[in-house]
């Protein structure tokens, strides 16, 4: 079970490494946002799995309940995750923000 737990902490660091580097890289406030929504609810994912996984190795109540609490959160940041990213979007195009071009430069 620790392995299972290790490999999922590795790809859960891995996809929030993958998602700073995209906010860092991207060039527009558009094409971060795809990182940010996508790389990141992926990492968080991982990472509760795994310590949802640890939390409920000794199996018994507080052990589950404290897992099932963990899984809750990752159905919460699941809903609100794409819905915040949506709103941020829209703010962008509501104040105007034109999204990047291959003619201009990066900022």
Known sequence: MNIIVIILLAFGLL??????VGII?????????HPAGKLDT????MTML???????????TESLLTGLKIMLIVVF????GPTA???IMDAGIR?????WTKNEKAE
Do not use: C, E, K, N
């Open 85 to 87: 990213t949506h709103a």
């Open 50 to 60: 795994a310590a949802a996984l640890y939390t409920i190795q000794d199996f018994s």
């Open 95 to 99: 104040a105007g923000l034109r999204p």
């Open 25 to 33: 890289r991207f060039p527009d406030f558009y094409s971060r946002l």
């Open 42 to 45: 992926t990492g968080l994912l």
């Open 77 to 80: 940041v699941f809903i609100t």
């Open 15 to 20: 996809f929030f490494t993958g998602g700073s």
